[in-house]
């Protein structure tokens, strides 16, 4: 939902029109023919906050802020019905968004009705609603214009997707009788099993045979009592040692009741911890052996992020959410160096320790015997002030993060009330929540309208100034929504200047940021944000609300994904079943480099992609590089110093003190985060043989995903978006080979695959359209809807 503001400007035509332009390409814009097919001059609408509802004439009946096609000349009679209540106007603009040729007086009421009569003029561009300018608001094409009479718009017509259509793949069911599953991960070892992670307090072991019977660890008794309606904490976090096989030692993440050292009213410590296994074998995990490595106060519920996963430097990095509530303010928020907005700790590096990267020695002791050792290469190390432990910040609710075999580091990031995103993060950058959310620019005041301006970068007084970093990869929550910005294209062809036309639609409403949140260790808030913008979006086309982060895919059994980031989003609405994507980056990344054959166009923005590639939108032919990208895993596992980085000059002058080359070289270049080069992404479609999967989409909500010893992915789902479901576990193949796998019964070696453990996935009872009240219980925790997507 938009907030209206009475002195707020006029959105840009450009963005407008290409946020039509966008839902056009995705199938969800249609055009209404008010005159040529025979219907007549009248036409009638709904009106809710959440868009206009064409009724009548018949070919745009129930679709949402449907194009009006007119006639020069010809008079119109449109009656439009309050269907909820707000206040509601009708006006049409032109084509520069500063002139409107109607406007009519503001009605409220349920069922309250206006007339408007109108002739059809050239200039006439767009109908809208003045008090929600961004949700209510249409299309007018003018025959004989060419449409709209506005070139422009036909050639970003031709030149946007939201999310393309991509491959189909076959999803074969491995195991059930889970309740949230969020992660799988392998150990370095001569053993053919995984570990999945059960929100619930569990660690499975799944081999050929399936499931052990007994879990392999259970942390419950140690854990805060879970909701089970909706929690976003619990069990979030696994990661094996580099040398596991030999010592047995591996991490968890978890949500524990609070310490001393926690204040009284916060909600619960964050626990990362080290155990060991109790045999040789490393076959089961000794309880008594837990050892906290780290501790941290967390003052509300949600936004716990969780991952956790060792680098090829043999560093453990650890995600932190910014301490919950929404927008990154309120209780446990602590100021920061923005005055725009109130709060938060995605910006504050002194104070605490949420809304970032961090990066740990496990394997030395720090000062005053502490458990682990700083890096000496980290990037604050050594500036006044600052706490060490930091590698990346600006970050609001990390729900999956990943190393690629080329040593980059994938972080996927819950968003507010607006856009999704997957960072590229590197040592010392600042992804900047909640300056920014996504490539877009953020207010506390007003999470759902974004302000036009906002700083790219910090004071120099604040480490040292730094930029503030776009990330790879954005989608709205709605379809319909556009980029906020000054209208002007910001990669030479608008695409990124623009309307979440960056190659990833961003859903502009979804405030289930976390969907993936209800269980998925991603912002459980998700749900209850999720429940708000069901509400609130009513038949608006969504595309999710929630991230939920996963892996570049590097297995070898199903090609259509090889060097593709497999990802998804928990829910599409934050009731019903998540959706499936991956995302294209640009030949040669991360160092920018390309093909093309003048050598002009080959700047870098800030996260190492390449500025000019037009393939952003939806190009087919992107595929991520075989040689080496300049951070050969090889070379940094023997390199204790870690991953080349440009760090911070703590003698606080913003510049660049250390030597570097392949990607980092190009660190120096920055754009601000609504000008950098999004990677294009399309839909997954699926294949199933049981009720994870049917009619070419999800069944269940998405939580995680995992990745084997081969390369060879999984989706974790559950059937609910409450701990109260059933969970599974699925791998991902061919689309062809699960159907082969269960027609003939036999077992497909090349993706070993188990054929006989998709029989126990009788799922038919699978809710995919289960009434997430326990959600919207959730995201009454939020002050407003719109806030919902705080998760």
Not at 192 to 216: N, S
Not at 686 to 703: A, I, K, P, R
């Amino acid at each position: 939902m938009t907030t209206h503001h009475p002195d707020s400007k006029t959105l840009s035509r450009r963005l407008l029109l290409q946020a039509t332009a966008l839902a056009s390409a995705s199938g969800f814009a249609t055009t209404a023919l008010a005159q040529d097919d025979g219907f007549g001059n009248e036409i009638e609408l709904g009106g809710r906050t959440s868009g206009w509802v064409g009724q009548s004439p018949e070919q745009i009946a129930d679709e949402d802020n449907p194009t009006l096609e007119l006639v020069p000349g010809e008079s119109y009679t449109l009656t439009w019905e309050n269907l909820d209540g707000a206040g509601h106007n009708f006006a049409i603009e032109g084509a520069d968004g500063e002139e409107n040729f109607v406007e009519t007086e503001i009605v409220s009421g349920v069922g309250e009705t206006q007339e408007v009569e109108f002739t059809a003029e050239e200039g006439m561009a767009e109908y809208y609603c003045q008090p929600h300018p961004t949700s209510m608001r249409g299309e007018i094409e003018l025959a004989g214009e060419g449409g709209n009479g506005d070139e422009e718009m036909e050639a970003e017509d031709e030149s946007q997707t939201i999310i393309g259509e991509g491959p189909t793949i076959g999803l074969e069911t491995i195991a059930d009788g889970l309740t949230a599953p969020l992660n799988l991960q392998v150990a370095d070892e001569a053993q053919d099993r995984q570990f999945v992670v059960d929100q619930a307090g569990e660690i499975w072991i799944l081999d050929d045979d399936g499931l052990a019977d007994e879990p392999f660890l259970d942390v419950t008794d140690r854990m805060v009592e879970l909701e089970g309606d909706f929690d976003e904490r619990g069990l979030l976090g696994l990661a094996f040692h580099p040398d596991f096989e030999e010592n047995g030692r591996f991490f968890v993440r978890y949500s524990a009741p609070p310490t001393d050292e926690v204040p009284d009213g916060w909600d619960h410590t964050f626990v990362l911890a080290e155990f060991e296994t109790a045999d040789d074998e490393n076959s089961q995990a000794d309880p008594d052996s837990e050892r906290r490595i780290l501790e941290i106060p967390e003052p509300q519920f949600n936004h716990n992020s969780g991952a956790i996963t060792f680098g090829p430097d043999g560093c453990l990095y650890v995600a932190t959410g910014d301490g919950g509530g929404a927008n990154d303010v309120g209780e446990g928020h602590v100021e920061d160096w923005y005055d725009g907005n109130e709060g938060g700790n995605g910006q504050d590096t002194s104070e605490n320790l949420l809304g970032g990267i961090l990066r740990i020695d496990i394997n030395s002791e720090g000062e005053d015997g502490q458990p682990y050792a700083i890096p000496e290469d980290n990037p604050l190390v050594d500036m006044e002030g600052e706490l060490d432990e930091y590698w990346a910040w600006g970050l609001r609710n990390p729900w999956g993060i990943s190393f690629t075999d080329d040593g980059e580091l994938l972080v996927a990031d819950v968003g507010q009330a607006l856009f999704e995103t997957v960072n590229h993060v590197e040592a010392g950058g600042n992804y900047g929540w909640n300056v920014w959310e996504g490539t877009h620019c953020f207010s506390t005041e007003s999470p759902d309208d974004p302000p036009e301006d906002c700083p790219a970068e910090t004071p120099s007084d604040v480490r040292g100034g730094e930029p503030l970093r776009g990330p790879v990869i954005e989608y709205p929550h709605q379809a319909n929504m556009g980029r906020y910005g000054d209208g002007t294209a910001q990669n030479g062809d608008a695409e990124n200047g623009d309307d979440g036309g960056n190659g990833n639609e961003t859903d502009a409403d979804a405030d289930t940021e976390n969907g993936n949140g209800n269980g998925n260790g991603e912002d459980t808030n998700a749900t209850e944000d999720a429940e708000e913008t069901s509400d609130d979006t009513g038949d608006i086309e969504q595309i999710g609300v929630s991230i939920t982060g996963g892996y570049m895919y590097e297995g070898g059994s199903v090609s259509e994904l090889e060097g593709t980031y497999v990802f998804g989003d928990w829910s599409r609405d934050g009731e019903g079943p998540g959706r499936l994507f991956l995302a294209r980056p640009p030949e040669g990344w991360p160092n920018g480099e390309t093909d093309g054959d003048d050598g002009a166009d080959e700047t870098t923005d800030e996260n190492g992609t390449d500025t000019d590639t037009d393939t952003e939108n939806g190009g087919d032919d992107l595929h991520a590089p075989e040689e080496d990208t300049g951070n050969n895993t090889e070379e940094n596992a023997e390199n204790d110093s870690g991953p080349d980085f440009e760090p911070i000059d703590p003698e606080g002058n913003g510049e660049s003190t250390g030597e570097s080359d392949g990607a980092a070289a190009d660190q120096n270049t920055y754009s601000p985060p609504n000008e950098v080069d999004l990677w294009p992404i399309e839909e997954l479609g699926v294949e199933s043989e049981d009720d994870v999967g049917s009619d070419g989409s999800m069944n269940h909500l998405v939580y995680g995903f995992g990745r084997d010893a081969n390369g060879e992915m999984y989706v974790l789902s559950s059937d609910t978006p409450t701990l109260d479901g059933e969970g599974y576990v699925s791998r991902i193949v061919t689309a062809d080979e699960s159907d082969t796998a269960e027609d003939d019964g036999t077992e497909d070696e090349d993706a070993d695959t188990e054929t006989e453990s998709e029989t126990d996935t009788d799922l038919n009872e699978t809710e995919t359209d289960t009434d997430t009240e326990t959600g919207t219980d959730a995201a009454e925790n939020e002050s407003t809807a719109n806030e919902s997507t705080d998760a």
